[in-house]
């Protein structure tokens, strides 16, 4: 059964740090990975979906890469502020389910 | 678009009452899903749905019912609400191929509280 494990499970860091969160899975076979971001009492907001076929994607400050074989991916956020402050969510995607979660870093960001 | 729509926001339901959470996308995704969120234990599949006519349950799904007669609605029933259901739900969309998901958007939630 596919496990998707989140370390740190909280973070903080003073404003202008870069810094990594790590997400790990137990089966390799994925059809996709998907980084979201939780805002307390709000909904999830979609980051990054980086395919199977794919190393890495980029969205402004945010890259987001991903070893198929190795079962991990990597979400990177350059020059932190404290509105990056929240809960950032992955999920793997396999065949013929839905997403299964990992439980989340919650980020603090400090100014 | 509006994307993804959840009604109500807020909900207190007593032991044994029954009720529908509303969701509703404009995207025209094929595929539509239902998650619980429980503090500790993160984001759990209830049904889900891969076009209109089609559904199917998923890692939770005792307890509720699920129907797809169009492909922007995708309402969850709670067909005799227990204190264990206490919890926010989700509803989420996405593109399907026939094979896989692509991003998935998700509503804003409904917080429960079953009494």
């Known amino acids: 059964k596919q496990e998707v494990t989140q370390i740190p499970a909280a973070l903080s860091v003073p404003e202008g740090e870069n810094l990594v969160l790590n997400c790990s899975f137990t089966?390799?076979?994925?059809?996709?990975l998907q980084w979201f971001r939780q805002d307390p009492g709000k909904g999830l907001t979609s980051l990054l979906l980086i395919q199977s076929s794919q190393r890495e994607q980029t969205s402004g400050r945010l890259n987001a890469s991903l070893d198929k074989s190795s079962g991990r991916s990597t979400l990177y956020i350059a020059a932190s502020q404290p509105g990056d402050s929240a809960t950032y969510l992955c999920?793997?995607?396999?065949?013929?389910?839905?997403?299964?979660f990992g439980k989340g870093t919650t980020l603090s960001v400090s100014s | 678009n509006a994307g993804v729509t959840q009604t109500p926001k807020f909900q207190v339901l007593k032991t044994g009452q029954s009720m529908t959470l509303q969701c509703a996308q404009d995207m025209n995704h094929e595929y539509m899903s239902w998650y619980r969120q429980d503090p500790g234990m993160g984001l759990r599949l209830i049904h889900y749905s891969v076009g209109a006519g089609i559904t199917d349950q998923g890692e939770v799904p005792n307890g509720y019912n699920v129907s797809r007669s169009t492909t922007e609605d995708f309402p969850l029933r709670l067909l005799s609400a227990a204190p264990s259901q206490t919890s926010v739900y989700f509803c989420?969309?996405?593109?399907?191929?026939?094979?896989?998901?692509?991003?998935?958007?998700f509503g804003p939630g409904t917080r429960l509280t079953v009494l």
């Open positions: 089966d390799s076979a994925i059809y996709n």
């Open positions: 989420a969309s996405s593109y399907w191929d026939g094979v896989n998901t692509d991003t998935q958007y």
């Open positions: 999920a793997v995607k396999e065949a013929g389910t839905a997403l299964i």
